[in-house]
């Protein structure tokens, strides 16, 4: 089962990701507060959204497709990754954020409610010799650098 939740003690009314279209690959995550980027800058966004999901699933997250050609503005590392075992882990609950920096020349400012990225489940494959049996035992960064 893939859900999303608002994690513990959220401070914020939030809105979960969702799909607009039927045809969206996509589900829309949305600012649950207001926040601005200035040129050159990058931020760190959390939404206060986890992901449930089976373990052999992984949720992708990228900037919306209108901010990269319209605003200049990208998600530093490209995709963002979060795992199974990122779901209520002990650091933060599971808290999905986004890093965003702004390429252009003029400053985004972001209302509440706002779309600021996107969201894609896919489920993958293991190799057959496979033997990984770490333990996530914290947030974001908790499996090294």
């Known amino acids: 089962m893939r859900k999303f939740e608002v994690v513990k003690d ?3 009314s939030v809105r979960l990701p969702e799909r607009s279209t039927d045809g969206s690959a996509g589900y829309d995550f949305f600012a649950p507060y ?3 980027i200035g ?3 990058t931020v760190f966004v959390k939404t206060w959204v986890k992901a449930k999901m089976p373990k052999d699933n992984v ?3 990228f900037e919306r497709s209108s901010w990269g050609f319209k605003k200049h503005v990208s998600i ?3 995709v963002g990754v979060i795992d199974s075992d990122y779901y209520g882990n002990v650091n933060n609950d599971g808290n999905i954020a986004f890093a965003f920096t702004n390429n252009g020349s003029e400053p ?3 209302k509440e ?4 990225g996107q969201g894609i489940f896919l489920s993958y ?3 057959d010799d496979d033997i990984s049996g770490g333990k996530r035992e914290g947030g974001m960064g908790s499996t090294g650098d």
Request: aromatic content about 12%; glycine content about 8%; some cysteine.
């Open 113 to 116: 409610g706002d779309k600021i």
């Open 59 to 61: 949720l992708l997250l």
């Open 125 to 127: 494959f293991l190799t």
């Open 108 to 110: 985004l400012e972001v």
């Open 34 to 36: 207001p926040f601005a």
């Open 39 to 41: 040129p050159g800058q």
């Open 76 to 78: 530093p590392n490209a």
């Open 10 to 12: 959220c401070p914020f």
